[in-house]
């Protein structure tokens, strides 16, 4: 009967400890995450940043800065060569 016990509490610790590994290897992952997290909120500092100081510059040269809905378009383009007529035949 004793053997029957110890068995039994040894099976016991045995699954204890799994679980204990379980919430380590939780708490770890939620570290990572967190530490992911605080990597990606100071690169969008970052950005905020340079996008601050790049508007302030074009301001200070007296360049225009883009409409949102103008943004990537382009307003003009090069002049076709002397001689290459654009009309359809």
Same mark, same amino acid.
């Given at each position: 009967? @004793?053997?029957?016990?110890? *068995?039994?509490?040894?099976?016991? /610790?045995?699954?204890? %400890?799994? *679980?204990? #590994? ?5 708490? $770890?992952?939620? /570290? ?15 950005? #905020? @940043?340079? @996008?601050?100081? @790049?508007?302030? /510059?074009? $301001? ?6 883009p409409a949102s809905n103008n /943004?990537?378009?382009?307003? %003009?383009?090069? $002049? ?8 359809? %035949?």
């Amino acid at each position: 009967m @004793l053997d029957c016990v110890l *068995y039994e509490w040894r099976k016991l /610790a045995e699954e204890g %400890s799994r *679980y204990e #590994s379980e919430e380590k290897r939780k708490d $770890r992952e939620i /570290a990572v995450l967190r530490a992911q997290v605080r990597e990606l909120e100071a690169d969008v500092g970052r950005k #905020s @940043l340079e @996008l601050d100081f @790049l508007a302030c /510059a074009l $301001r200070r040269v007296g360049a225009k800065i883009p409409a949102s809905n103008n /943004a990537g378009r382009r307003t %003009s383009g090069p $002049r076709p060569a002397a001689g290459w007529n654009r009309k359809a %035949s």
